[in-house]
């Protein structure tokens, strides 16, 4: 039997010498020789394929993969070949069990980023993945096996929090060290947030500032342009270089020219 599967399973590196000296008769899935056809031709096609790729089949989804996606089972490869799905990924079960019984179904998935807790290394890791599980018929129209082509996508998700961070981390110090005001208002009329200037320019403590309402630091004579900024922004407009006064704890007012976004 060895020759057939030589003959039929050519090249695949490391995961194809793998199902080459597989000692098949003690595995759910038999001799290579008696496989379907689908099966034979999906091994064929996983084995020589860059993409990470797996195939969950029969009642057991018993896996079978390449070696693109052996990197990501960690110490699981390679005992996890030829075994079934869930008795290597337990972990997963709740997550991507009901995935699987939809596409034994017959419905083909795709999902972007799927978030998954693995323990592939000993201990928890959040990872994410992108993936396509597409269903395998049977000659008889049910669906015997489950196809997946996927990429780990948690270096990239990692990466893009990391420079979120970084991103978050700069703008609170320039907003915590800018000179020019900066905030956020609700619109019944009070502060929500505001950057240390506002305190330091108009010499009142922040707790007075974000507890009464703004009209009450604004020049009477600029209430009206107050309220016709408000209307804009209420109507989804954003207003650039406006002219406020704003009023000192001793009443001094001061002139600030305004941007506001909804």
């Known amino acids: 039997m060895r020759s057939v599967q030589s003959a039929a399973f050519l090249g695949g590196g490391n995961a194809g010498d793998l199902l080459r000296a597989q000692d098949w008769h003690q595995t759910l899935l038999g001799e290579p020789a008696e496989w379907p ?9 996983m084995l020589n394929s860059g993409q990470p790729m797996f195939i969950a089949w029969g009642p057991q989804r018993v896996l079978l993969y390449n070696d693109a996606y052996s990197t990501m089972l960690g110490a699981r ?32 998935i795709h999902m972007d980023d799927l978030t998954l ?7 928890p890791e959040e990872t994410h993945f992108s993936f396509s599980y597409t269903p395998v018929p049977d000659d008889l129209g049910g669906i015997i096996g489950l196809f997946c082509a996927c ?5 990239r998700v990692t990466s893009e929090r990391q420079q979120a961070a ?10 915590e060290m800018s000179r020019d005001l900066f905030g956020v ?9 505001i950057n240390p200037a506002w305190s330091r320019q108009l010499e009142r403590p922040a707790e007075d500032l974000l507890a009464k309402p ?8 600029d209430l009206a342009v107050t309220a016709d900024v408000v ?8 207003v650039h270089q406006f002219h406020v006064r704003l009023l000192k704890a001793d009443g001094t007012p001061i002139s600030f020219a305004w941007s506001a976004v909804p």
Do not use: C
């Open 77 to 108: 490869h390679p005992r996890a070949f030829a075994r079934p799905f869930f008795e290597t990924w337990p972990e997963v079960r709740d997550s991507v069990g009901g995935l699987m019984d939809r596409v034994f179904a017959g419905e083909p």
């Open 166 to 175: 970084d991103a978050k981390r700069e703008r609170d110090r320039l907003f």
């Open 117 to 123: 807790t693995l323990y592939r290394n000993g201990y």
């Open 185 to 193: 208002a609700s619109f019944d009329g009070y502060l929500k947030s």
């Open 37 to 45: 056809q689908p099966l034979t031709t999906l091994v064929r096609v």
């Open 214 to 221: 703004f009209s009450e630091f604004i020049h009477p004579d």
């Open 231 to 238: 209307a804009t922004l209420q109507a989804g407009q954003a």
């Open 151 to 155: 990429t780990e996508t948690t270096g």
